[in-house]
């Protein structure tokens, strides 16, 4: 398993060698935002299409 660290310069290295701050922290974020909805999956913190379809036309 990697290290944040070792995550985080992937990420980097990834990127092309042009890219911005702007385009590489947004990488970073999406990982993380990733990361949280699998684990908020796994602790049944999360809800069906179905019943967020609901909650929307209630809305």
């Not at 990982?31 to 299409?49: H, P, V």
Request: net charge negative; aromatic share 6%.
């Amino acid at each position: 398993m990697q290290t944040i660290k070792e995550r985080l310069k992937k990420i980097i290295d990834d990127q092309p060698d042009d890219a911005s701050y702007e385009e590489i922290l947004r990488e970073m974020l999406f990982d993380k935002m990733i990361d949280r909805g699998l684990q908020d999956s796994k602790e049944n913190r999360a809800i069906s299409n179905k019943e967020m379809e609901h909650r929307i036309k209630t809305w």
